[in-house]
């Protein structure tokens, strides 16, 4: 153990603790811009490269960047004296000499570290001028990239090579020519990039942000002649109400209801009536493939990867061509939503596919994408029109005057807004599979589950396994959230030495909840874990927990759809990868 005194104050560490860590340890708070570690997600960035961070070491000539600077025994540290003031504030002026002045339309404006930080630091004159550096901007369907506004602080370098394992993003050139860019300074679109998000998320400034998509929703709620629909996915009830100033972890299921309501949605309908519906035809699809494998069948490909996560479909497709056979061909809830509402919903309000405009809400920006994609239209009208985030349609609730937390809570239309809680815990890492479970066990076994809970499918390690007792027959179960992750249960399948039945992926930390899309957690990843629990809370308090016996899925299989994996669910519900 190592023994110093910060701020007068005796502090015991272990080694090779930083002095920022220490710090933390005792409440003291020292700012940072490139700093950043989420505990239990493999995310570390610390570079040392704004400089914000420094401390004053008595004994040493320099001040010393706290974020990687280790702890020694018997060091007394300053960490907000005149001298350390003053340093950060002549840093944070240098770094704002080389910064756009357009706070007042930035996407990021209110939300901005950098921001804050001119503030906290009261910054109201920039001493130094010169050249400015200056990027094309970079439009992709799903993500904006505004390289002025970049700090060079490496975080989405960190998060898109080290978390996320894509490596599309990374430093070119050297010193005041130095930008974060795709290889040849490519734009995202024609990169590998995934669109998963995890730069956005990171990124202090407005320097990547999401393609805003509001003014189209506004566009349609006023188009005459349109009926606008929208569905909202899991994990956005358990993060909007941040956006209010409610404490991370509320649900405010009811209260997005009401606001959608009031800004003009005919009807509000919820994508986790299609996550049920994506459980019939995943599950379909598991126990077959299950079943020809435990007959001998030496051609079934197992395991089965769940594919309802458009950044984890990109991944494989680019990185994973070999293994593009594995994936479930299931949609995903939000596209299988889109062709319902087309093909189905459309119909029964007696009005043409084109004037049904459907809009989703989702925690996610790789959604914007997959929206895009061709095979999710027909003659050029896409089954999901558009795509907003958790923050865009936070935009619009204040846009629109709402007061959000005075709202009182509604229920969402039926038939396609009706869910149980299997659908509820998509949203979060290892949801995706126990709905599944929940409903394949009773399928395979024809038995009714001892417990609808799984914990040993729950938590917020990068993989995790678990096996599952189909009265008598073990089914083993992978999960990976992290691209990162992902990839390494993606090579032991590779290599064939996977011994799964069936593996969840997520591209997004947490899962759903933390994805590109939701607002900011600054790092923190406890306001992930209070996401999750919030979902799993929404699960427990529904009465029904089994996508099999969700009465509106059945009926629109009895109505419409024929049998999961159908001819016609087939058509309308299952898709194709491409390598
Ligand atoms: Fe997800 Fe989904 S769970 S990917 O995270 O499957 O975005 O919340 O909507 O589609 O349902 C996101 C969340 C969804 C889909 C669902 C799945
Ligand atoms: Fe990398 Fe994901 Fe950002 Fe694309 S969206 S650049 S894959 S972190």
């Known amino acids: 153990v190592i023994q110093l005194t910060i701020d007068g104050k005796k502090v015991v560490v272990s080694e090779g603790t930083t002095l920022l860590e220490a710090a933390k340890s005792i409440g003291v708070t020292i700012p940072s811009l490139c700093y950043m570690k989420l505990d239990d997600l493999n ?14 070491v008595e004994g040493r000539r320099n001040l010393a960047p706290a974020c990687c600077t280790p702890c020694a025994d018997g060091m007394v540290v300053q960490t907000h004296n005149l001298r350390v003031i003053q340093a950060r504030r002549t840093v944070l002026e240098l770094i704002l000499s080389n910064h756009p002045f357009d706070c007042l339309i930035c996407a990021k404006s209110g939300k901005c570290d950098l921001q804050a930080l001119a503030q906290q630091l009261g910054i109201r004159q ?19 990239r505004d390289m002025d506004k970049c700090i060079l602080c490496r975080r989405c370098v960190t998060a898109c090579n080290e978390v996320q394992t894509v490596g599309v993003l990374s430093p070119v050139y050297r010193g005041f020519h130095s930008v974060v860019a795709p290889a040849f300074e490519m734009d995202l679109d024609h990169s590998n990039c995934t669109y998963c998000g995890q730069c956005v998320a990171v990124c202090p400034t407005g320097a990547l942000t999401e393609q805003d998509n509001t003014w189209m929703v506004l566009d349609a709620l006023v188009a005459p002649g349109k009926t606008v629909v929208v569905q909202t996915a899991p994990a956005v009830r358990a993060a909007l109400g941040e956006e209010f100033g409610l404490p991370p972890g509320t649900l405010v299921t009811g209260k997005m209801v009401a606001a959608l309501r009031q800004l003009g949605f005919k009807y509000v309908f919820d994508t986790d009536f299609a996550a049920d519906l994506t459980i019939m035809e995943e599950g379909t699809e598991l126990l077959d493939r299950l079943k020809r494998h435990l007959e001998g069948d030496a051609t079934v490909k197992l395991p089965i990867l769940t594919s309802c996560c458009p950044g984890w479909v990109k991944f494989f497709e680019h990185q994973f061509p070999e293994l593009i056979d594995i994936p479930s061909t299931a949609k995903s809830p939000q596209q299988m939503f889109g062709a319902v509402a087309k093909n189905y919903f459309a119909k029964q309000l007696g009005i043409d596919r084109k004037d049904l405009v459907v809009v989703s809400v989702m925690p996610c920006l790789a959604k914007k994408y997959e929206c895009s994609r061709p095979e999710f239209s027909t003659d050029g009208d896409p089954d999901v029109n558009i795509s907003i985030s958790t923050r865009e349609l936070a935009q619009l609730i204040r846009h629109a005057n709402i007061d959000f937390n005075m709202l009182a809570d509604e229920e969402f239309d039926h038939p396609l807004g009706e869910s149980t809680g299997a659908g509820v815990i998509f949203g979060t890492t290892g949801g995706v599979i126990e709905a599944a479970v929940r409903t394949a066990y009773e399928v395979f076994t024809g038995q009714p589950l001892p417990r609808v809970d799984f914990d040993v499918l729950r938590g917020m390690e990068g993989i995790r396994c678990a096996t599952i007792d189909f009265a008598g027959t073990p089914i083993h179960i992978g999960i990976a959230h992290g691209l ?21 992926i997520m591209a997004c930390p947490g899962g759903c909840i933390g994805g590109g899309g939701q607002p900011y957690h600054h790092g923190n990843v406890e306001v992930l874990k209070k996401r999750a629990a919030a979902l799993y809370r929404e699960d427990a308090n529904k009465c029904i927990r089994k996508s099999h016996e969700n009465p509106y899925v059945m009926a629109l299989y009895q109505q419409f759809l024929g049998k999961p994996c159908g001819e016609l669910s087939h058509q309308l519900l299952h898709t194709h990868y491409f390598d």
């Open 126 to 144: 920039i001493h130094y001028s010169g050249e400015k550096s200056h990027y094309k901007c970079d439009a992709s369907p799903a993500i904006l």
């Open 43 to 56: 995310f570390e960035n610390r570079p040392g490269s704004c400089r914000i961070c420094v401390v004053e």
């Open 484 to 504: 990162g992750h992902a990839r390494r249960l993606l090579e032991e399948i590779k290599a064939g030495v996977s011994s799964y039945h069936a593996i969840e």
